[in-house]
Every structure is written in structure tokens, then in C-alpha cells.
């Protein structure tokens, strides 16, 4: 059975922007209820760690680079079929492939500044989650 759960987080690009609160009432308009978020800045090591499942592949030092290059928003959503249903909202990681109204079509540059991150899976949302968010942190 599907998760109730996701992580994402909203990119340095997106961030900059000023797209934040856009994003933010789209992902709230789309039935997702917000159970933790914060705004923070990784260091490239944070960000290293974070998609060290990434180390092997030549993108990965760019993407570390890029994702401590300004701050983000990191947060747990939850819905039924979270994961799933947020993929579906966030579009295809290149923005021109992404269907229109997601949130990769309407705020995303490039593939590299997509905008958002959403986790691919029920196991790599709660490892993401737990991650950026103490049992502290988040709606019970």
C-alpha cells in the first residue's frame, strides 16, 4: 500500500525567485497537507550527504554545488499515495518535457534548476524526511 507520505524541497533557483509561496499554495490546492517544513541552507557537505546515492555519477559535484548555492525549503507533505500523487503535481524532471500546470512547467529553468524535489519512493521519503526533520519538527 502506498505511502502517506513525501519529502520535497523547494530549490535554491525556486527559492530566489521568489517562488516559494506559489509552490507552497500549489501543493496545498493539490490536497497535501504541510507536517513539517523549514528553510534552511546546506552546506555542500549537507548536500553531499544527502544524495550520496548520487557520489558515483558525473552530475553529482554540480549538484552538490548547486544545492548549497542559496537556500531552500524543506518540508514533509502528506496525503494518500503521497508519493505518486506528488510526482504527478511536480511534472518530469526536464521542465519542457513536463506536462503543463505542474510545478516543474511553470517555475523550473533547466533540468539542473528544476525547481523542487520530490522523492521517488515511500522508503526514500521517510529517509529524506528524516533527514531534514527531528520527530520534534513535524505534525503528529
Known sequence: MAGKRTFTM?????????NSGAILKMIEEAGFKIVAL???QLTAELAGKFYEVHKERPF???LCKY???GPIIAA??????AVEDFRKLIGATDPSKAEDGTIRKI????????AVHGSDSDENA?????FYFSQFERVL
Do not use: H, Q, V
Open 76 to 81: 514533509i507533505l502528506e496525503k494518500d499515495n
Open 126 to 130: 521517510a529517509i529524506e524526511g528524516n
Open 10 to 18: 523547494i530549490k535554491p533557483d525556486a527559492f530566489g525567485a521568489g
Open 67 to 69: 544545492m548549497s548555492s
Open 60 to 62: 553529482y559535484a554540480d
Open 107 to 114: 517555475f523550473a529553468k533547466s533540468i539542473e534548476a528544476n
Open 38 to 40: 523549514k528553510a534552511t
